[in-house]
């Protein structure tokens, strides 16, 4: 098994055979992963799917007879709640795509000791970590505004 040199411009870096076992590991466990990343994401459509279409019918009905345009309410919830399931399957679909494509290039790129497809895959993993970077963030500013806004209603239900 052959070293290859990735040059940057000033340095360059060689993988030994033990880095490169240890990505061919990591390769192989992150394929997996994204497959198990696929299933669950076809998984979470369906959900979504019959989920608002049960829940629209039965809903639809509970509410019809207890309040009248519940049968609309009931409808508009189950509505909600597929989108809300199908807009988690895009956000899961994306890191789950980066982490198949790192895998994938690595083993390739291991296997016919090619610097550019190896180089590919980390583009990937770079992709992966940045995406759940910015989600992080856009995650923790909902946490921080709804922090701010039931701070904000306990102080106003405490005046009253």
Known sequence: ????????????????PVMMGYLR???????????????MIGLIVLFGVFFGTIMGSAMGGAMGAAMPGGEMMGGALATFMTVLYLLFAVLYFFPVLYLYRFSDKMQVGLR?????????????L??????????T????????????FGVFA?????MN
């Open 1 to 16: 098994m052959d070293n290859f040199l990735y040059e940057e411009e000033s340095a360059g870096i060689t993988l030994d």
């Open 25 to 39: 590991i990591a390769a192989k466990w992150g394929k997996f992963l994204a497959i198990v990343g696929f299933v």
């Open 112 to 124: 016919v000791q090619s610097p550019d497809v190896v180089l590919e895959s980390f583009r990937n």
């Open 126 to 135: 770079k992709s992966l970590f940045k995406f759940m970077g910015v989600l």
């Open 137 to 148: 963030i856009v995650i923790l500013g909902f946490y921080a505004l709804a922090l701010v």
């Open 154 to 158: 306990a102080s106003m239900a405490s």
